[in-house]
């Protein structure tokens, strides 16, 4: 599923209220942008239910290049994770 399929679904999950697919789409879409900020910033998003988005802080280490199988040393980085929310892995565990 992609972002469009998303907004596609929501409008049709919610096809009671007569909202209309670009307003869906900016609701989708600022509600990507502000998480997006939110981690940005350091903050971790907690989303009951669904699971958390935060940033962590990756060490430098040494790895190897897969091309020449010669030690290379890679940089500390900030990256984002996403921890889900134990209903979601319950309904995923459910569903496999």
Do not use: C, H, W, Y
């Amino acid at each position: 599923m992609n972002k469009a399929d998303l907004v596609n679904s929501v409008t049709n999950a919610l096809s009671d209220f007569d909202l209309k697919r670009t307003d869906v789409s900016r609701v989708v879409e600022k509600t990507i942008e502000t998480i997006m900020d939110s981690v940005v910033g350091g903050e971790k998003v907690s989303i009951l239910g669904f699971g958390s988005f935060e940033p962590r802080e990756r060490s430098a280490r040494q790895g190897l290049n897969p091309k020449t199988g010669e030690p290379i040393q890679i940089p500390a980085k900030r990256v984002p994770t996403f921890t889900p929310g134990k209903m979601f892995k319950d309904r995923v565990q459910e569903a496999g």
